[in-house]
Each structure stands twice: as C-alpha cells, then as structure tokens.
C-alpha cells in the first residue's frame, strides 16, 4: 500500500529519514491495531525499517516527538502487547535475516524479524534447533519470542526463551544503543562507572540495574513466584541467588541452582518485557541438538479433571512433553478442514487426551521407552486407550492438530468464542484438579461454557471461557471469571502469566501479583530505560483495565450495521460473523509451508494476509476505516457500510488475495477470503460499475462458445499481434506479456461424434462428468481422456452439459450473475444427483464452485445441498470406488490445484498412485502456482514470484530428471507452461483401467 501524505511534522520528518517504509493511511493502521488478542488500538504511523539504523533513527525522531513506540514481530500476541497508540515498528519484513551460524559453539546471530521455524529449517541439517516451541513458530518472530519469553510445548525439558538468548542489542528510547550480554561482576562496575569509553547514558543504565536489584534484593527473593513459567513483570529474579528458583528444569538447571552464582547479563531484563525497555536489533541466541528419536503416546481418558489428576504420576515417567486437548477441541479438530485428515489418531470421543512425548537415543529406544509407558498407564488404570505414534508423520499429525487448538476452540458459529483472558494461568501440577475444577464451576455458575488444552506438564492449561464481547454481559462474567482465577491461583502459589505475557489482559493484576515494593522497583526499571515512558506504554506498568471499553475490540463503542450480502454465510451465521470469524492469531503469516497465503509470501505485507484483509473488512464494516469508532448510530448506517466495504481502501488490500481457498482449510478458524473478497467486490461494482476486465474474464463462458472451432484461428493470430496485447492490456490489465489460453478448433462434442460409440456393460455404474468450459472449448481432448478413463474402468459415463459453474464471474465479483445462472446449473445437475449418481469434475475450481461456492450463494439450499452431496473430482470418486489403474509414466511430480487441496485433497492421487506397480508418485511441498485464474495475467512479476518461492525450482529439478509433472488445474498448467516451458498433464491424462492380470 503506497504511503500517504504525511498528517504531521512528525510523520514528515519520518518519511524523509527513515529509508524503509512509513504508512499512516487509515487502512494500514487499522490492519496494525490488532493482534491475536480480542483488543484494539490504532497506532499513528506504522513504520518497515529496512535496516537497524532506521530503527534508531526512528526512535530518535518519536523520542523528539514524544511519540510512543512499539515494536511488534509476527503480531501473534494473545495478551494485547503488539500494538499501542503512537509509531508501531515492524521489523519482520526487511529484518529478517540469520546474520551467523557457529555449529561447533552452538549458537546463531539472528535480526529480529526471524521466524522461529525458518531459523530451524537453516540449523536442522546442522542438527541443531532454537529449542522453545510456541504453537505460534510458523509465524512468530525470534524478537518477539524475546520480547514475550515464549516457551511452549516442551518447556519442561528446554525452559523458556530467557534459557536460549545469550545477548542482544536494543535501542533505547532515545536512539541509544546497548550491547546486552553476559559479564562478571568487575566488568558490570566498570560499566556502571562509565569506563571502558561507555556511553553516559549506558552507564546509567547499569548503575541503576545494580542499585536497583542490591535495594530490593530482600523482596525479590521473597516475593517473585517460584514457578518456572513465570514470564510476568521484569526479571530482576535473575540477578539475585535463588529467587524464583524451582527445581532443576530447562537447559540451564546446574546454572541457576541456588548455591550458583549467576552472571550478570541485561539481556535477561530485556526477555520477557514486552518491547517496553527497547527495541531489540540483534541476537545470540542458544543452539540445541535436536532430540534423535521421538515416540508419543496418546492417553485417552472419560474425565477431563481425570487427566489432569494423572500428570503428576505421568511426569515420573520423564516425558518431554504432556498435552492436554479436551473434548470440544477433539470434536472439531475430526470435521474441521485444517485438521479432520489428521486426527484419525482420537480414539471413540474422549473427555480428554494427553499427548505424551518421549525423547531417545534411537527409534528402537523411543518405542521402548513408549511401549513401557503405555503398559503402566493400563496396569495403573490411567485412562481407557493408549495408542502409539511411532511413525514421524503420525506425530506430525498429532502435534499439528495441538498446535491449531486455539483455532478450533474458537471455530464455532456465532459470536460466543472461547476467548483468551484467563488461559495463561500457572499452577502447580499438584492442584490442577482443584483449580480447573474450580474454574468450571464458576463458568457454570455464570452459564458460561468453556474448553481447555495445552501444557498440562507444567501446569499452564489453557481455560478458554466462551465469552460473546459483543455483549455487556459477558464482558462483566469476563471480569469475574479473571477475578476468580487470579485469586485461585495466588492461593496456589502460581503465577497469572506463564506463557503469553501479561499484555493488557494481565497487566493491571501486576501490582498484587508481586505488591507495592517490587512493583515500585518495576515502575524504576521502566524509567531507568525509558524516563519519558514512550515504549509499549500500557504494558507491565500502568496498564488499563482488562475490560476497558476504548481497547476491546468488540466492546461497548463497536457497532455495524446489518449489511446485505450476495452469499447467505450459512456456516458462519452471516456476513458479519464470517468476517468476525478471523481472530488475529495469524497462521496467514507462515512461510515455506504450505499454501495460505501466497502473495504474503511474495510481499511480507500485512495486508497481504487473510488476518490483514479480515481486519480491513471488519473495520469498514464497523465504521472504523477513516481510523476511528463512529460516534453515533447515524453514522452506521447500511449504505456508509456498504459504501466503505466497496470503497478503495477495502479494493487495495483485497487486490493480491489469489483466491486461492487456501484459507478455508488451512486458517484454524476456516476465514474463506476468496468469498468475502468476491463479496467486497460486488459491493465495489454496485458503487462503480463493472470494469471491461472484469466483464471479459467474468462472462468468458458466455463468449466462449463464439471463440471456438472455425473462429479459434482469430484469437491465436490476434494474440501474436504485439499492438494488439498493448491495446488489450489498456482496456481489461491482462499484462501485455502473458499469452491468452488458446481455444480449440473443434469442441469435445465434436470430438466425440469422432469417437466410436462404447456400449457399457449391462448394469454398469453410471458416472456423469461435468464437461466445464474449459473441457468443452479449449482442452477437449481431456474430457476424451476422462471419458476413456471412466469408460475403461467399468462405468456409463453422461455428459452433464449443465452449464457454466460460473467460477469466472465468482472470481470477479459478479455475484449477482452468478446466483441467476448457477441455480440454472445446480438445477440441471440435480436431475443426476436425484438419481444418485455421481458428478465428477475435471477441474478443482470448478468442482469447488459446484460443492461450496454455489450452494452459499442461490436462495434454495436444500438443492445446493443435494448438489454438493454427488459433486467430487475424478480421482477422489475413483479412489474411492477402488479401481485399479495403472500410470503411463513410472515417475511422476505432482502439483496439487490450491481448490483441488483446499476441499479435496491430493491424497486420492498418491493412495491410487501407492497401489501401481513400477511407479512413483511425489508431490510437490510447495503451495500456489501464482496464475490463480486471471490473476497471474494481471500481476505478472508477482505470479512469477509466487511460483518461485517453492514450485519452479521443484518442477526445475524434476523435469531435469526425466519425471512428468502432474497438475489438475488448467491455470497451474499454464503457469508452468508461460514460465518454464513445461507441458504439465492433467492426471487423466496419465493412467488407464489396468488389466486384469494386474
């Protein structure tokens, strides 16, 4: 998004200093005032350094300015802690980069932007990870693991992130620069004393640390909770003997035992304080050997308080890692697209389940050790089924659908979602029964429902109440839920903050957490760092109410009006609700996996995600675009929300979404942006009319049947026509150098009156294929080949000639068009489907049009219904019916549709493929092509980009090798064509019925 003009003498002075990129449009801001947290609140300018010295000049610019600065990594932040209200610094885009490795002293220099799993995919060939484990480490940054000392999964063995940071760099406030880093005692005086040329302001710095912790020595000793998953307020436990110690757990056990004598090291104030002392520019962080071999047990119970009493006697047994996952977790994670494929590990519907993990030497080791495990769970009697997960991609699955629970509690229709204010509490493993218990009681009480899963090991369960903040009342049972809890886990012993940070939701129990004199001693420390109190202001020290209405982002001040949509949104519960339905937690940010969202992927932009793009629909929907809340109904009123949902604004971020579905099975919470985006767009037509692009690319199936057979030869010679691409890239933006698809000289079912008759066996299945535009008027010679196919194996095959399933117009936005003609379509093919037959398709995003798109879009869902029960795609029908076939190529490279992966699966491809003899089948890890219907002809470089970042280079080295590249999609096909030169085949095309003798 291109900057606007600056507002200010500050946002001038910014943009003409800092070299990276300074934006203080609304839009931009409002996609940086959220975060994974349910509050809000938007910043004055967000600024992309490009490098650290942008950082420091621009702290030193709001330091002039008395503007507040927060720095902020992945925005993954549960707790509220990564936006505020004056300059928020992104440093994930262009700081981003693994500056050293040194495997032989295991450690490696990083910026801050990293992401926690991409630094591992550089050190696992070196046998070495960044040990703590966030179920956020797709996306979350290194800076911001530091900024909230993260832990995660298998913190019982690696600690937190304060054991894996061994020095940093930070700026202060004002520009300056400290080298954070381990040193004895003389060398921490020298500092204090100004020596050694330090920076009078360094020293300061120092001398206040060590006055600091020698006043309050006493308190910190008695008063910093001894639990080892405290990561609320400062760490000034750190420097002093003992305090906080409990018990020999993490990497640094031996370091931190109470007769050891710590180092001093101020990089461990900077752990865990939330951006409010500085801002992190570089750091050291601690190598760790991978673990060589790993086994998981699932340990299946009735009783949910049942499971968490066995931890204890679990923890014995010396695992690396115990998980809880309760029932409405496991109950969703078996239907929810992101993980239903996965999950095939829950046994019968359990209460809840302990992921159990072991670490050894070797398998044969690992097993054992898991194997002996599960025998003395059943002979104790603890639970009822204890399977085991030896293979890496069984405890892939498991982990993975761990790591997507907080997506899957909150994946339910309507706006009463588990909501994160209480989930973060550490007690000790002993009284996890009582406190949860206790916990459940009081949301009974009040008639809240809740779920729970995570860290049971070490005593942080995640409770998630579920709360509708819409609702005045439920913000106040949101109060004393948090009241009950806190109290409950003081009696414990815990700590209110174990894992996510305190934030804005735990900041205001700081002070009876540790009391007024270390409390005190924080509010030092904080202007020690920061006299002028500009970083992340609102966070550990005078933070605001956990319910203050100015910072909740659905609180009282949020309001929308009820605006007319084209889909009904039927599993959402309408328009509203599916945009509400993405909560900030950000798995559209990861990189080098999967599919979602590809052109993030490309840009790094935050508005580039479907989290980036859900916000900007949700704030035009609110009223919020021009940067606040409306102040009065007048303003909401149904044209101003459709106005701004179709405005500009809106158009820019949803520009780059590919519509590539990725998101609808991907996003934990199933956000399906390339439907909201068609549905912004309709709202962009109403207001501006349709442009000629739009008309050609949307009513191609209507054009199509003038395009082909003896008029084909007009569009291939018109397209060679150097003149006449420039003309056509004017008038429609089709980039001038990418060719048109070419139609076919002769239509299929001329093709077929060609093609001798077969008569079908008596009784044979019938099969009816729905022969699409494409199959009909550009590549017939595949619809041959699928009818050959389903002919071969056995089957009568009917042409559905039932109409367009208007994806085209569903791509552009011509949503109205579409509901008219596709109820016309749905009804022809109901007349099959009332019959029972199947209705096989040979393109994904046709087939995802009939199944998905169509039947949320007519006003008759019980036809849409019965529709989308008969619809597949041809391999899935004929996997599942148990064919046998054989491949006409022995190795194969496969590329999975984004559609055909989204709803479908590859998976039917690879089982059929498994079963042929002399024949390989590998799929392609790499996500979208970058074509995406007509999107890569109107971005061009960035279609390149996309491909690039895992495609190409795979399809490169696999054709190099002699292997067919495989790939449903028409666009995959001709992305792969345009740029490689590479004739890809549709799947069809490479197998055939085998003999019986096979």
């Keep these: 998004m291109p900057p606007d003009v600056a507002t200010s003498p500050f946002e001038e002075v910014l943009r003409s200093a800092v070299r990276g ?10 996609l940086y005032a959220t975060d994974a947290s ?232 900077i752990v865990g304080s939330e951006g409010t002392l500085g801002v992190l520019l570089e750091a050291k962080l601690r190598l760790t050997p991978l673990p060589h071999a790993t086994a998981v047990c ?57 992921l159990t993990e072991f670490f050894g030497d070797t398998p044969e080791d690992v097993a054992t050790k898991a194997r002996t495990f599960a025998d003395a769970m059943r002979n104790q009697k603890v639970g009822y089924a204890h399977p085991l997960l030896l293979e890496h991609s069984q405890q892939h699955d498991a982990w993975e659908t761990r790591k997507l629970g907080l997506g899957l509690i909150s994946n339910v229709k309507g706006p009463v979602k588990g909501q994160a204010f209480v989930e973060d509490a550490c007690v000790p493993v002993e009284v996890l029964p009582e406190y949860i218990g206790g916990l459940q009681a009081k949301c009974c009480e009040l008639g809240i429902g809740y779920s729970m899963y995570a860290h049971a090991s070490v005593g942080v369960i995640h409770f998630r109440p579920a709360i509708d903040l819409h609702r005045d009342d439920h913000r106040e049972a949101m109060q004393q839920i948090a009241e009950y809890a806190f109290t409950q886990v003081q009696k414990h012993g815990g700590v209110f903050a174990g894992e996510h940070g305190d934030g804005i939701v735990r900041g205001g129990f700081i002070p009876r957490t540790f009391g007024p004199e270390l409390y005190d001693a924080f509010v030092r420390l904080k202007t020690l760092f920061d006299p ?30 009820e605006v007319s949509s084209q889909f009904h949104y039927r599993d959402q519960g309408g328009f509203r609700l599916a945009v509400e339905q993405c909560n900030g937690v950000g798995a559209c940010r990861k990189l080098g996996s999967g599919t979602m969202c590809p052109s993030y992927m490309a840009t790094r932009d935050e508005k580039d995600t479907t989290r980036g793009r859900a916000n900007a629909l949700r704030l035009a929907m609110s009223g919020q675009m021009g940067g606040d809340t409306a102040d009065d ?77 003896p008029f084909a030869w007009i ?7 150097p003149p006449y691409r420039v003309l056509f890239e004017k008038l429609t933006g089709i980039d001038r150098r990418r060719p048109l698809p070419a139609f076919a000289s002769l239509h299929l079912h001329s093709l077929l009156k060609q093609r001798p008759a077969q008569e079908p066996a008596a009784g044979a299945k019938t099969v009816v294929l729905f022969n699409d535009t494409y199959t009909n008027t550009m590549e017939p010679h595949l619809g041959l080949a699928a009818i050959d196919l389903l002919e071969g194996c056995g089957y009568r095959v009917v042409l559905a000639n039932a109409g367009c399933c208007q994806r085209p117009r569903l791509s552009k936005g011509l949503l109205k068009e579409a509901k008219i003609l596709g109820q016309h379509t749905l009804r022809n093919l109901d007349v099959y489907a009332q019959q029972g037959w199947p209705i096989v398709c040979l393109e994904p995003s046709c087939a995802s049009a009939l199944k998905d798109d169509l039947p949320d879009l007519i006003e008759d869902e019980a036809l849409g219904r019965r529709v989308a029960e008969y619809v597949t795609m041809i391999d899935v029908f004929l996997q599942a019916e148990g064919v046998q076939l054989r ?64 495609l190409f280079p795979a399809v490169r080295d696999a054709v190099a090798q002699g292997k067919t590249v495989v790939a449903c999609g028409i666009s995959c096909r001709h992305q792969l064509h345009d740029f490689l030169d590479v004739e890809a085949k549709h799947w069809v095309e490479t197998v055939e019925p085998a003999p019986e003798s096979e």
């Design 21 to 30: 990129e300074v934006y203080s449009d609304p839009a931009t801001r409002g």
């Design 38 to 269: 349910h509050y809000q609140q938007q910043p004055r300018v967000v600024a992309v350094p490009r490098d650290e010295a942008d950082v420091v000049t621009a702290l030193k610019i709001a330091h002039e300015h008395r503007v507040p600065t927060t720095a902020r990594g992945g925005g993954t932040a549960l707790s509220g802690q990564s936006f505020g209200p004056g300059m928020v610094i992104d440093c994930s885009k262009f700081m981003n980069q693994v500056l050293e490795i040194n495997a032989e002293e295991g450690w490696a220099r990083v910026q801050p932007g990293v992401v926690r799993d991409q630094l591992n995919a550089e050190l696992k060939p070196l046998g070495l990870h960044f040990a703590p484990d966030p179920a956020t480490s797709s996306r979350a940054t290194v800076g911001g693991m530091i900024g909230n000392n993260s832990s995660g999964t298998r913190s019982m063995v690696y600690g937190k992130t304060i054991d894996h940071t061994l020095s940093c760099r930070v700026a202060l406030a004002d520009g300056t620069v400290l080298e954070c880093g381990p040193m004895d005692d003389e060398a921490w005086q020298r500092r204090a004393a100004g020596g050694d040329g330090v920076d009078p302001r360094e020293a300061e710095v120092y001398r206040g640390v060590r006055d600091l912790v020698n006043r309050h020595q006493d308190a910190i000793t008695a008063k910093f909770p001894r639990v080892m998953r405290r990561v609320s307020g400062y760490n000034l436990d750190e420097f002093v003997d003992g305090a906080g110690y409990c018990g020999p757990i993490g990497p640094r056990a031996d370091a931190i035992a109470p007769d050891a004598h710590r180092t001093w090291n101020l990089s461990n104030l």
């Design 298 to 354: 699932v340990v299946h119970f009735d009783d949910d308080l049942a499971s968490l009493a066995a931890v204890p006697t679990i923890n014995t047994h010396n695992p690396s890692a115990v998980e809880l996952l309760d029932r409405s977790v496991l109950r969703e994670a078996k239907v929810n697209p992101a993980t239903k494929d996965m999950a095939t590990w829950i046994k019968g519907d359990p209460a809840a389940v302990l």
């Design 532 to 561: 002028r109190h500009l970083m992340n202001p609102g966070k550990i020290i005078d933070s605001p109410s956990m319910t203050d209405p100015k910072l909740l982002r659905y609180g009282s001040q949020y309001r929308v009006a």
């Design 633 to 709: 109904d007048s303003e909401l009123t149904v044209q101003a929300m459709t106005t701004a949902l179709g405005g500009d604004a809106v158009h820019e971020v949803l520009d780059l979404c590919l519509s590539c579905k990725a998101c609808k099975s991907e996003c934990p919470n199933a956000v399906d942006m390339a439907k909201l985006k068609a549905e912004a767009t309709q709202m962009r037509h109403n207001q501006h009319g349709i442009p000629l692009g739009a008309k050609l690319i949307g009513r191609m199936p209507d054009a199509s049947r003038f395009m082909f057979g």
């Design 715 to 721: 569009g291939k010679t018109l397209d060679r026509l």
């Design 887 to 950: 491949s006409k190529y022995p190795d194969v490279l496969l590329h999975g549709h984004c559609h055909q992966k989204a709803l479908f699966g590859t998976k039917a491809i690879r089982q059929l493929a498994d079963a042929m003899p002399n024949t390989t089948c590998e799929e392609v890890d790499a996500g979208c092509c970058g074509m995406a219907g007509s999107f890569g002809y109107e971005h061009h470089d960035l279609s390149e980009q996309i491909g690039e970042d895992r």
